[in-house]
């Protein structure tokens, strides 16, 4: 299927590798950076204030990565300037542990201003905590001034904590928010707010109670804007996805599709929206059979051979779909899921509560590209996957005459995904048959495919083109 708006996958991840001497000790390739000549200033002032025995804490991750986080540094970005007379003196935020000094995991954060020349501690700030997480700066509502967002973790616990902060009018730092239990925070313009806002999951394990709120400044006061209950059996967040439900052009609503994993390693996916002012959810809905009833459809197995198949655009239609997955015909449910080559099934919401079945589906391992299933293949094809997941074959799947997937004995469709560097010495090995379909739409991938006449459940040309959907890289 050849669509106008490329698809593009997020779930790329970006690994860089450093060169090091292997000489270097150890101890030297874990030390801290040293400190410039205005940093050892304000760690001077530091010591001068606290006495001995600091050691600094550096956020593990985002774009600040010292332990001394200028408040000025937050950048313009067409928002109201920081750098100007309403600041008055320049301030540094400081984070550290101090020594010995309690047994509970505690760290600082000190707020020092320099005046007339010379750095001094103004304001004290305590975390319950062993690491700071992230360090980053927004506007947060309708009030256009910057907002530290700092988030925290304690040795060995999965959730984390996030404080939002802000000076009063008199100049003092003061904490807006302090939420404990999160799995997830993002900053965004989330559903259509019309300004930046902090979307926050929290999770109360023991109390089985898991929220997914929207926090930000509004008519002069940090508030709470909108919340909804989610489920609390998620134990992992791991991709939210901006997309629009309803039916029509004139009726698309905003929506976040949220992608989580579950302590038994299947997944799920929430979805929330806006309407009437406040924030309701499809999946996890208020009468508790069609939660149930969702929460069922949506249910993903993923594996070697089976994609975690995230909410995406999957036709270019505009509106976003959400998957769930069931097994090929001919796999086992006795045999070991991780074995097991399973079908992505696509939904539309409906109606705002309803999952309506659109597609049928094999989704590839690498997550760069689906085929979609035309309607007289369902539960008439089984699919297989190489060891190495490159090569996926279709089967016919005749019932009942066969038992399992091994009966399988008429070839459809094979699909190869060759890296582009590797493409000529894959022409030059390959069995006859194989032709080149599509080099353009992925940048990593050149796309082979092989045809097979064998039954009646031969695939057409249109049913091909329409089936075959490439995603691009992000």
Not at 327 to 343: E, I, Q, S, T, W
Not at 409 to 425: D, F, G, H, M, P
């Amino acid at each position: 299927m050849k669509i106008p708006n490329k698809l593009s996958v997020a779930l790329a991840a970006v690994i860089l590798f450093t060169g090091c001497n292997l000489a270097t000790p150890a101890e030297e390739l874990i030390s801290p950076p040293k400190l410039t000549g205005e940093q050892s200033e304000i760690y001077r002032a530091l010591i001068n204030s606290k006495g001995g025995g600091l050691n600094l804490k550096y956020p593990k991750s985002g774009e600040y990565r010292s332990a001394f986080v200028y408040w000025e540094d937050f950048p313009d970005a067409g928002e109201r300037p920081l750098r100007d007379e309403e600041m008055g003196p320049p301030r540094v935020m400081v984070f550290y542990e101090v020594s010995g000094i309690s047994t509970e995991p505690t760290l600082w954060l000190t707020f020092l201003q320099k005046r007339d020349g010379r750095w001094s501690c103004v304001y004290d700030m305590p975390f319950f905590a062993t690491d700071i997480e992230k360090v980053e700066f927004s506007v947060l509502g309708d009030r256009g001034d910057a907002n530290a967002i700092v988030s925290y973790s304690v040795l060995n616990q999965p959730e984390k904590g996030v404080s939002v902060i802000n000076f009063t009018n008199e100049g003092m730092p003061e904490r807006l928010i302090d939420r404990q239990y999160c799995v997830y925070y993002e900053v965004n313009s989330f559903l259509d707010e019309g300004e930046k806002n902090l979307f926050i999951i929290t999770q109360d394990r023991a109390a089985r109670e898991s929220r997914a709120s929207l926090i930000g400044w509004r008519e002069g006061a940090f508030r709470f804007l909108n919340s909804v209950e989610l489920n609390p059996d998620a134990s992992e967040f791991v991709k939210i996805t901006e997309g629009y439900i309803g039916d029509f052009a004139h009726d698309k609503t905003p929506a976040l599709f949220l992608e989580y994993v579950k302590s038994d390693n299947s997944c799920n996916t929430g979805i929330v929206y806006k309407r009437g002012g406040k924030m309701k959810s499809v999946v996890y809905a208020d009468d508790e059979q069609k939660r149930e009833e969702n929460l069922a459809l949506l249910e993903k197995i993923p594996n070697a051979f089976t994609c975690h198949a995230v909410s995406r655009d999957i036709d270019g239609d505009g509106f976003t779909e959400a998957a769930g997955n069931v097994d090929f015909p001919g796999y086992d449910p006795a045999v070991n899921a991780l074995n097991r080559v399973r079908a992505a099934i696509w939904y539309k919401i409906g109606g705002f509560t309803d999952l309506e079945k659109l597609y049928y589906s094999y989704l590839s391992a690498n997550n760069d590209y689906v085929f979609i299933f035309p309607g007289r293949w369902e539960d008439k094809v089984t699919v297989a996957v190489s060891a190495d997941s490159r090569e996926v074959t279709f089967w016919a799947y005749h019932l009942p005459e066969y038992e399992s997937v091994y009966d399988a004995q008429y070839r459809l469709l094979s699909i190869t995904a060759v890296v582009k560097a590797e493409s000529v010495a894959f022409l030059e090995t390959a069995e006859d048959g194989w032709f080149l379909y599509d080099d353009e739409s992925n940048g990593a991938y050149d796309y082979y495919v092989k045809r097979f006449d064998q039954t009646a459940l031969v695939l057409t040309d249109d049913e091909l083109e329409n089936g075959f959907v490439i995603f691009t890289e992000q």
